[in-house]
């Protein structure tokens, strides 16, 4: 037992420390307008991941309280399996360390302010759910943001990030029950409604990226709730990868091509 415990104490602290690096991780202003589709992606694996996380018991885990008593009952998943998924965490931090290094290496110029005021409430709102979902226990402190700058390394970092995280689903499932509980809590935690909940709603229907019916799901349905017709202005354009989206609000100057009107849509 005692070395569960401290397997169970190692991936928690893995847990904590993946969770909070996306919280650091700019796009490069060189991204232009791809940047809105790539911000959003980011945030969704890392609200993804937290959202695995609780649902298989690791924000729970007790562990800094009681660690020699700590019976790992709260685990989704039986002490047996703590290696194979401390070598998966390990993994995601490696390529996100890895990541980190590749930038450190770049100087060209990036910004938070790419993101842009049409989706800046939407990946701050992704961030405070993911983050509320740590453990208490601590993991290890980061400060310095860095930016990725290179398309063919974000595409590869984003496509391993959701292979690692839907590996996790995979062997290490949560209950269908609990999952779909934290997704239904994750609307009302977010905090989104009116303009940024219609366009996380077209950002869900049209990248051919996001893999999250659920929360698509949930999504659609408190645009339904919500009633009422909202109009915003859009345009789809053809990046490196043949997608993206941009979006912004009627009576602001930008230049937006189609003007598209969405009414409880599904």
């Known amino acids: 037992m005692a070395e569960a415990v401290g397997l169970a104490f190692a991936v928690v602290g893995l847990f904590n420390d993946v969770v909070d690096i996306f919280q650091y991780i700019q796009i490069g202003k060189n991204f232009g307008r791809d940047a809105t589709t790539y911000a959003l992606l980011l945030m969704h694996v890392q609200l993804d991941l937290s959202r695995w996380g609780e649902a298989v018991g690791l924000k729970d885990l007790d562990i800094d309280q009681n660690p020699k008593d700590l019976g790992l009952t709260g685990l989704a998943f039986p002490p047996e ?4 998924l401390r070598a998966t965490l390990e993994q995601i931090q490696k390529l996100l360390k890895d990541a980190e290094e590749g930038a450190k290496k770049n100087t060209l110029e990036s910004s938070d ?7 800046s ?3 701050k709102a992704f961030k405070r759910v993911s983050l509320a979902r740590r453990n208490n226990a601590k993991g290890w402190s980061r400060k310095a943001r860095w930016a990725i700058h290179g398309r063919d390394e974000f595409k590869g970092l984003l496509d391993d990030l959701q292979r690692l ?11 269908k029950e609990k999952k779909f509980a ?3 809590q994750e ?4 905090d989104l409604e009116g303009q940024d909940l219609l366009v996380l709603q077209k950002f869900l229907k049209e990248d051919s990226m996001m893999k999250d019916e ?3 799901t949930a999504v659609n349905e408190a645009v339904a709730k919500q009633g009422g017709t909202t ?3 859009t345009t789809t354009f053809a990046g490196a990868h043949n997608r993206g989206l941009q979006v912004g609000q009627g009576g602001r100057d930008n230049v937006f091509t189609n003007n598209v009107t969405d009414s409880n849509a599904k």
């Open 165 to 175: 995280t839907s590996g996790l689903e995979t062997n290490f499932p949560p209950s």
């Open 81 to 84: 399996k703590l290696p194979k």
């Open 214 to 216: 659920l929360f698509r």
């Open 121 to 123: 409430a939407i990946t």
């Open 113 to 119: 302010d790419v993101f842009g005021a049409d989706v």
């Open 187 to 190: 609307i009302p935690e977010l």
């Open 231 to 233: 109009t915003y202005n």
């Open 182 to 184: 934290l997704v239904e």
